[in-house]
């Protein structure tokens, strides 16, 4: 008589497990703005690089399947002028004067994303990496420094010069968390915090004035991202 029930019994624990299943994936689609703080960078050559902050945006394409079994893949866009200073090239109390470029940065990534749900929020964790264009929106940039010469009364005088621009393409790795709110049955608030460490770009050829490499930039720098937005699940 036992073994009467044990065919029936393991049908119903399946369909359970698969109903359970459906009702823990989602698939989402999500719009999201932000604010970048971007860290000051110190150059192995001296000089200081920093970014502005600015507001941006990013798009998400999200699949859940289960608590530490989903994936997404992102767009984000933001302004990202650069600035570049060089205190050690000063000479007679003549310094270069800051270089300002104007740049336009892109990001695209494939992350990994573990969550848990509980009524009506569901809390996540993510990790990815993927890469990071800093596109200058100018094709070259001025600027000036100081020239030293016996003939010249004071010593050394500012001149006026012009610097090509380049654009950046680095890897970057992603971090962050946060959590979805469900609203109604298939929208809801995405609120979350994203992180991205990645060498810092090298936008401008004017340290080739004072005979440095690009290969002397590019250290390690980060840029904090928290997020608001709203999703739309499919």
């Known amino acids: 008589m036992r073994t009467k029930w044990i065919q029936p019994a393991l049908l119903l624990a399946g369909l359970a497990a698969m109903c359970g299943t459906a009702a823990y994936a989602q698939t989402d689609v999500a719009g999201s703005l932000y604010e970048t703080f971007t860290a000051t960078t110190n150059n192995n050559n001296g000089s200081i690089q920093s970014s502005s902050n600015a507001a941006g945006g990013l798009l998400e394409v999200r699949h859940i399947a289960k608590p530490w079994a989903g994936y997404e893949g992102t767009y984000a866009y933001n302004r990202a002028n650069q600035v570049y200073t060089y205190p050690y090239a000063c000479a007679s109390g003549l310094c270069p004067s800051p270089i300002p470029v104007p740049a336009n940065a892109h990001e695209v990534t494939g992350d990994w994303v573990a969550s848990v749900k509980a009524g009506r ?12 264009i800093d596109a200058p929106s100018v094709g070259q940039v001025t ?21 090509s621009t380049n654009t950046s393409v680095k890897p970057v790795f992603v971090y962050g968390a946060g959590v ?45 991202e928290p997020m608001i937005g709203v999703y739309f699940r499919l």
Do not use: E
């Open 143 to 163: 600027f000036s420094y100081p020239t030293c010469s016996p003939m010249t009364l004071p010593p050394c005088v500012l001149t006026t010069g012009t610097a």
């Open 180 to 224: 979805d709110w469900k609203l109604l049955p298939h929208i809801g608030l995405r609120l979350q915090y994203r992180g991205n460490l990645y060498k810092a770009p090298y936008l401008t050829t004017l340290s080739t004035t004072y005979g440095i490499t690009p290969s002397s930039y590019g250290a390690l720098t980060y840029t904090a």
């Open 121 to 132: 929020i569901r809390p996540f964790a993510l990790a990815g990496g993927g890469i990071f």
